[in-house]
């Protein structure tokens, strides 16, 4: 059983501070790595897809992956209250069709 | 900007009854999805469909579903006999490459199912 873990929150931070999440994922084969944004009664939209290990920025989001200890991180930085929406962690392997975490809730409060 | 578009909204039926979901994916993509979610939980994957047939199904996806693309734009989920559980979001979605963007999708914006 493939599994993507993720703490469900919720999670406040005050605008402009830097919200972190957190993914953790069981399958070692897994290759690809990507970070959905879900508002509320809305469908996920990427934001963020990674395939190396290290760091990978893209404006004020920077995703970071670590296949040795299963790891992949989202940072947001100068958190604004429209990044309030849950974060889903996905993983594609070798079933290649995506396995969603739970995500996880942010709340910026302004 | 392209966009995947699907309907209804919301559909709403009886325990037993037929529910057909449509999907219009984004015009030059190849790889077509259904996922769900069920209100408060996981987004799940369903099915892929690629070149008129299906490539993967989960678990879920039992004789009960069916997909096809009955033209060059439509995608459709069927649902032969909906149960309370089938009650969810739906959602469509599309890529148009391979290798490792196998998970950058386009969702649309849902069908809500409620079985009664």
């Known amino acids: 059983q493939k599994e993507v873990e993720q703490n469900s929150g919720p999670l406040s931070v005050p605008e402009g501070a830097i919200a972190s999440l957190n993914c953790t994922y069981s399958?070692?084969?897994?290759?690809?790595f990507f970070w959905y944004r879900q508002y509320s009664g809305k469908s996920p939209e990427l934001i963020m897809s990674?395939?190396?290990?290290g760091d990978k920025e893209d404006g004020r989001f920077t995703a970071q992956l670590n296949k040795a200890s299963q790891y992949v991180s989202l940072l947001i930085r100068d958190s604004q209250p429209s990044d309030s929406a849950t974060y889903l962690c996905?993983?594609?392997?070798?079933?290649?069709?995506?396995?969603f975490g739970s995500g996880t809730q942010l709340t910026v409060l302004p | 900007e392209p966009e995947v578009t699907q309907t209804p909204s919301h559909q709403v039926t009886q325990m037993g009854q037929e529910v057909i979901l449509r999907c219009v994916p984004i015009?030059?993509?190849?790889?077509f999805y259904w996922y769900r979610q069920i209100l408060g939980q996981k987004v799940e994957f369903l099915v892929s469909?690629?070149?008129?047939?299906?490539?993967?199904k989960s678990e879920i996806f039992d004789d009960q579903f069916s997909v096809e693309r009955p033209d060059g734009s439509n995608f459709t989920l069927k649902i032969r006999s909906t149960k309370l559980e089938d009650s969810a979001m739906y959602f469509c979605?599309?890529?148009?490459?391979?290798?490792?963007?196998?998970?950058?999708?386009?969702f649309g914006e849902g069908s809500r199912l409620t079985v009664l």
């Open positions: 979605a599309s890529r148009a490459g391979t290798g490792r963007s196998t998970g950058e999708l386009f």
């Open positions: 399958d070692r084969g897994s290759q690809s």
């Open positions: 990674i395939y190396s290990n």
């Open positions: 996905a993983v594609s392997g070798s079933a290649r069709q995506l396995t």
């Open positions: 015009s030059n993509h190849l790889y």
């Open positions: 469909f690629y070149n008129n047939e299906i490539s993967e």
